[in-house]
């Protein structure tokens, strides 16, 4: 029998961009389809850097906000797709990644102080293709964040907009979901819609928003400002730790600071 070929693995060096942790297993992984050897212990972003790769687009906030660095991989001799966002998800042992930069998306223009039909019969005239939706299940399974996709697509058909906003609210518009729709559908511009809509149309109007912009609008706080703008830098700071906070449990609505001088 012949004598398995040993392949020799040489971790890459990229100067200071990550220090993987002392004593940190080395694995493979596979970005764009080429083999490299990481530190077991990197989310894929860093990954992706330690390998080489300097991010210029696909990749914002690094905290699993900004929904910019959306990723599929599979592992090696799984046909599972798989998908997560690359600042989010450790890399595993035999990892093949490719990072979605960009989706695109059905995004149609709209005016939302300028519509003639009920937010219901708007959303199916901008986005038609909501209601094509098979109940396939694949958005749900493809989201990041746990969103149920589909329930908050099924509720934007059945017209509950108010339900769709609540349901779509943690989503980070990395547009996985709508990159495996089989009806083509970009769920997530459709829920961006319907929540601004909601904001607009359907939530009761926040008084107190009204009274506050209305207050800034005729000048009250003008004085402070011009006062915050001329102070230092130190100053600032100081002013910043010092301030009055809200405890953590306070409850709702109730907590005022003592000072109301600029309330
Ligand atoms: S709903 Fe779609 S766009 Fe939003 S986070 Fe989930 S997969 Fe990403
Ligand atoms: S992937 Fe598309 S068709 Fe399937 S449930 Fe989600 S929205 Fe509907
Ligand atoms: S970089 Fe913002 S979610 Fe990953």
Redesign the pocket.
Known sequence: MAAKKKTKVVPLSVGDKTIPPEGAKMIPIYVMGKRYIIPETLTLMKAIEYVGYKYTRGCGCRGGICGACGTFYRFEGDYKLRTGLACQTVAEENMIIAQLPFFPSNRPNYDLENQKGTPHEELRALYPE?F?????????R?CPMDID??DY?ALMKRGDLRGAAQKSFDCVMCGL?AS????Q?S?FTAAMYVRRVTGKKIFPKAEHLTNRVEEINTGKYAKMHKELAEKGKEELKELYVKREREPDMSEQGKWLPEDKENL
């Open positions: 909501v094509k939706c098979v109940g396939c299940g694949t958005c749900t493809t996709v589909m697509v979901c495996r729709c089989p009806a559908i769920q």
